[in-house]
C-alpha cells in the first residue's frame, strides 16, 4: 500500500463531503440528534478548515448532497428511515435551502457538486465517478455523514470502483456516537487509511 503521504497528493486525490448540508447536520436539521453530536465534536468548523487547506493545496473539494424532487420523481421509497422523513413534504427538496453545504465549507466557487435523488451513498447512479476520474483522482479522502450507513456507503462503493480510500476519523460522525466509533474501530479500520484533519494540513502545507 502507498503511505499516507503518496495517497493524498495533489493530482491523486480528492476530498468527498457526504451530507453536510443544512437539513441534515445544520440549521434546518430533521435529524437533530445527529446533528447536536456533529456540532458537539466540533466537525463542521474542523472540516471547514481542512477543506479550505485542500484548496490552497489544488485538491478537489466534492460535495455529495441529497435531495429529492418536489413531486419525489426519480427517488425510491425503499428506506424506512427515508420514508418517514419524507412524510414532510418540504424535506430536502432540489432546489431549496435545505439541501445546501453547511456554510462552514462554503462553498466555493471551484468546488465541484454530486447530487443523489435515490440511495444512501453517493455513488451509484451520478456523475461522481466519472467526475474523479477525469480528474486523474485514484484516491477518495471521505469525510461527513454519518458513519453508520452513509459514509460506510461511500467507502466500500470507492473501493468497489477501484479509488484507494482515506477516512478523516476527526471529520465524520454519526449518532449515536458509541455506535459510530464502533463502526470506525471494527468496520472501517481493516479498509481504510485513517488519518485526522492536522495531519493532512501538515501533509499539504
Known amino acids: ?9 495533489p493530482g491523486r486525490a480528492a476530498i468527498l463531503t457526504m451530507e453536510m448540508q443544512r437539513a441534515v447536520v445544520g440549521d434546518l436539521t430533521s435529524l437533530r ?44 421509497r425503499n428506506v424506512p428511515m427515508v420514508n418517514y422523513l419524507l412524510k414532510n413534504p418540504e424535506h430536502m427538496v432540489l432546489g431549496e435551502p435545505s439541501t445546501e453545504v453547511i456554510p462552514e465549507l462554503g462553498p466555493e466557487p471551484g468546488d465541484l457538486d454530486c447530487v443523489r435523488l435515490h440511495g444512501m451513498s453517493p455513488f451509484t447512479g451520478t456523475d461522481l465517478d466519472p467526475k ?30 477501484g479509488y484507494h480510500v482515506v477516512l478523516v476519523k476527526d471529520c465524520v460522525g454519526g449518532y449515536p456516537p458509541e455506535y459510530a466509533e464502533m463502526v470506525l474501530e471494527h468496520s472501517l479500520k481493516r479498509i481504510t487509511t485513517q488519518t485526522t484533519a492536522e495531519a493532512l494540513q501538515q501533509i499539504w502545507s
Open 132 to 161: 474523479l476520474r477525469s480528474l486523474g483522482v485514484d484516491t477518495v479522502i471521505a469525510t461527513g455523514v454519518s458513519l453508520n450507513v452513509g459514509i460506510l456507503g461511500l467507502v466500500i462503493e470507492a473501493i468497489n470502483h
Open 1 to 9: 500500500m502507498p503511505s499516507l503521504e503518496e495517497l493524498v497528493q
Open 33 to 76: 440528534a445527529l446533528a447536536d453530536v456533529i456540532a458537539g465534536q466540533g466537525v463542521p468548523a474542523r472540516l471547514g478548515g481542512l477543506v479550505e487547506s485542500a484548496r490552497r493545496a489544488e485538491v478537489p473539494v466534492i460535495h455529495c448532497r441529497a435531495a429529492f424532487a418536489a413531486d419525489r420523481r426519480g427517488s425510491y
